[in-house]
């Protein structure tokens, strides 16, 4: 039996003015275990059809799986899936982008023995429609990403090793669907200025560890206003998170999930995730983690 270990990190995306091209990798892993044995192997169609039999989880992998057979036109065998998921689905972390680059990385080693990364970077965000998670998913770190005629652009940017992270997760979910739909078609000249001075302002502060360019680096014009409505308490939670010391505070993603920043010393934000336990409301819960370097780790064991 033949077997891959692939270890995906959650990701949050935005980060407030980062609007769909900005996302930071996080110390926070689904793991996918995939087994095949050696001989009859399915065509692209036929493992479509076996994937759609699969419980909702497997799916997600089976049919990232299936896509990559079917863009490469290679018959694979029909693997076994074991997914064991500790980022909570539909929060804004990119639960779906672990999956989708479980399935395609599977496909890559099983199909020709190596993983590609930048093949794979560009597999996975065709699949989920944007980068943002798939890029920071895969190559670790914060990442700018990006499209071109030529496919994903992604550049690894610098982030202080004193920014700690904290993730407020309630126990509702929100579809991708649903937080895009709230969007403007445009927003005014004079927002998009200040929303690109902010995006300066949040990049400085990450690369210098700053909480004074953090805290300028906060607005955002192109999606936050309009998504907060569909966070019952987003206010609420803000606002604690905020006076408990952290120096920025943002949807992950598209929500509902929120993500706190802090630039500044371990001890103080120790101090601060202990205030934030405490402080948020029934529903809420707190997650402090580190930013995660390394992107997708794949352990074969293929002879």
Known sequence: MNKIEIHIPATSANLGPGFDCLGLALELFNKAEVSWQDGEKLTPQQ????????????????????????????????????????IPIARGLGSSATCAIAGLAAGQLIHRGSCDKNELLNMAASLE????????????GLILSGTD??????????????????????EFELSTDEA???LPKSIPHSEAVKQVASFGFLLQGL??????????GNADYLH????????????????????????????????????????????????????????????????????N?????INSTVP
Do not use: M
């Open 207 to 216: 690369a210098a560890g700053s909480h004074e360019l953090l805290r300028n």
């Open 224 to 291: 936050e206003p309009y998504r907060r409505r569909l966070v019952p308490e987003y206010e609420t939670i803000e606002r604690i998170a905020l006076s408990r010391g952290c120096s920025v505070v943002s949807l992950s993603g598209a929500g509902p999930s929120l993500l706190g920043l802090y630039a500044g010393l371990k001890d103080d934000a120790d101090q601060i995730g202990n205030l934030l336990t405490r402080g948020l409301p029934i529903g809420w819960e707190v997650k402090r983690l580190q930013v």
């Open 47 to 86: 493992l479509k059809e076996w994937a759609v039999e699969l419980p909702f989880e497997q799916y997600a992998i089976a049919e990232a799986y299936s896509c990559y057979a079917s863009q490469k036109s290679v018959d694979l065998p029909r693997i076994e899936i074991d997914f064991t998921c500790d």
């Open 293 to 297: 370097h390394t992107g997708v780790v």
């Open 129 to 140: 429609g944007h980068p943002d998670n798939a890029a920071p998913a895969i190559l670790g």
């Open 180 to 182: 895009r739909a709230v």
């Open 149 to 170: 005629e030529e496919g994903v652009i992604a550049v690894q940017l610098p982030c202080h090793e004193n920014i700690h992270v904290f993730l407020l997760i309630p």
